[in-house]
Each structure stands twice: as C-alpha cells, then as structure tokens.
C-alpha cells in the first residue's frame, strides 16, 4: 500500500489468494444490499485499523464520498466504496438514510476538479479573511448544488448541510465528470501537478499521500475508482512483464518489490521513454530505464494496464457504482 524513502508496506497484503480476493471486494461492496449509510464531512477524513486515534492510519476519504456503515459508536466501522474497511471518527461523517442517499444520488452535485485545495467560502467573492471561509475542499470532493451561479462563484451545499460558494471553474457537474472517457494524459497531469507533495502513510488527498493513494487520486480525477493497495492495484488490470517495459504506455501503474518473494511493496504511475511518477519521500519522478539518470534500483516487478479494463474486478468507473449514482 504505502511508501516511503522508496519503501512500503500493504496493509492488507498476503498470498496471491489473498490479493484476487480484494480485488474482488469492489464489485462485492457495489453489490451489497446496504441500509446504513454516511457522508464523510471533511474535505479529508482519516480512516485507522482501530477505532482510537492512536491507531495506524490505513486510508482517507474526501468529502461527500459515500460509506457502509458497518458498526456505530464514537467510532464508526464503515467501508469505502472501493471495499476497505476501517475505523473513523463520528465527527468525520454524517449519518445518512436510506431515502437521503437515494435523493443524494439524483441530485444535482458538483465535484472539485481543481488539482489544488480550494475553499468554501461564505458569500460570493474573493476571501478576504478566515470567518469568510466555511470549509476547505479537495479534488475529488463532491458537494450538492446549492442554486444558480452567481457570476464566477457556484452555490454549494455540503453533506453536513453547510452551505457557501466556490469558484465556478473548479467544479465540475458530476455526471459529467464520472462519465469521462478514459485520458491518460489527465492522470499524469494529475500525478505532475502533485510533485513535490509530501507523502504520508495512509494518504489518499491532495494534500499528502502515498504511493497507492497517488494512483487513487490521479485515476479518480478521471473518474475511476481503484483499490486502496498497491498489492491489490497489482492484480488488476493486463498484466505487462518487467522486461516488456517498454510496452508500457501513459497510465499504466509499475510495480516494485522484492524480487525474490515477487511481493509488491511500491507503485508508480508511468509517463513515457521509461520515465514515472510516484510518491517515495515525496511525489516526484524516476526512470525504470537502467540507462537513464533518474533509475532506481528497487527492483521492478511488473506493470498493469487500467486503460480497457473498466468493469473487471478492482476497476470501477465512477458513474457505473451504485453508491454514486
């Protein structure tokens, strides 16, 4: 899942086995009779292996994602529509029924297309001091309209039933964008507009992240849910060998590990000429070409291609699940 310094560690990480079977978690959670329901509140909500703050950090969502409520408390178990689970604050969510979900789904709703943070504010305009400001937001964070666009600002309405205004040109319709075609060169946009980011284990925003939550991030920008680990990102997809790198094309994820267990401890998204993008330290960008400047030596594993693989098992498009739409 995560890394570091060019190391990581999956959370979930096991057998092969182990791996296909969360792969199928997705397509398992979509399908599930579900009626308990929240929205995460925050533009960035941390998800842990426990339900104490002092637990492991395995995961994040952003807001207006929808959740399985598994188990309530001040800690509420839920599930992610990706199909992980994990532990959050009740601060971090607002409980949802049934027939709000259904409606929710039919709304009308925007989602935060800006590569960079952007924030709430309390009127129309431009933010001139901090009681102007009602919440910050994320790409990726969806949000319910709140009325016409007044000039360059849209009305929104967010899950807790806040309401403000964000600039018009860093929202996008949600229908729109969850039926996007598939662009490889916004994914790596995405990636590049995110270097220099600071990784943190367990991050899947903008605002810090790791390796898997830097391909979850840029893949979500176009619209497509990926798993949460780079084990499980693995098992994805059509699989290219290390020696066929060159075969690789704009998009598809490279995968680093032990090369004696074959077990995948990084992931990094691939740009052109050998050249990736990924979060080690930080989001930056390194060659799995053994001639190039920028090679690393961790060993390369394998790649996966997303691009034509929407639908299988791991590989969601946005407006094809059922939490969403």
């Not at 964008?177 to 943190?200: E, H, N, R, V």
Request: aromatic letters at 8%; hydrophobic letters at 40%; a neutral charge.
């Amino acid at each position: 899942m995560l890394c570091a310094a060019g190391m990581c560690s999956a959370a979930m990480a096991g057998t092969k086995e182990d791996d296909a079977r969360a792969a199928r978690a997705l397509v398992d959670a979509g399908a599930s009779a579900v009626d308990q329901w929240a929205q995460v509140r925050l533009s960035a909500a941390s998800i842990r292996t426990q339900g104490r703050h002092a637990a492991e950090m395995s995961t994040q969502a952003i807001m207006g994602m929808p959740v399985r409520v598994i188990e309530k408390g001040n800690w509420w178990h839920i599930q992610t529509p990706d199909g992980y689970t994990g532990w959050i604050p009740s601060s971090s969510v607002v409980e949802k029924s049934p027939e709000e979900m259904a409606a929710w789904r039919k709304a009308d709703r925007f989602v935060v297309v800006s590569p960079f943070q952007i924030n709430v504010s309390v009127a129309p305009g431009e933010i001139k001091k901090g009681t102007d400001v009602v919440s910050d937001l994320v790409n990726g964070c969806i949000v319910e309209s709140g009325g016409e666009a007044a000039g360059a600002y849209q009305p929104v309405v967010l899950p807790d039933g806040r309401r403000g205004y964000v600039p018009a040109a860093a929202v996008e319709k949600i229908e729109v964008w969850a039926g996007q075609d598939f662009d490889p060169d916004k994914i790596i946009d995405m990636a590049s507009s995110m270097m220099g980011i600071t990784y943190l284990w367990g991050g899947t925003t903008t605002k810090a992240l790791d390796c898997s939550g830097l391909a979850k991030v840029s893949y979500f920008d176009n619209g497509r849910i990926l798993m949460r680990d780079a084990s499980q990102q693995a098992v994805t997809g059509t699989r290219i060998e290390a020696k066929d790198w060159r075969k690789c094309r704009k998009g598809d994820l490279l995968f680093f590990g032990d090369a004696d267990t074959r077990r995948v401890t990084h992931v990094a998204i691939y740009d052109h000429d050998g050249e990736y993008v990924h979060s080690s330290g930080r989001v930056k960008r390194n060659s799995v070409d053994p001639k190039a400047e920028g090679y690393l030596t961790t060993p390369f594993l394998h790649a996966v291609r997303i691009a034509g693989n929407e639908g299988t098992p791991g590989i969601t498009r946005v407006i094809d699940h059922p939490w969403y739409f």
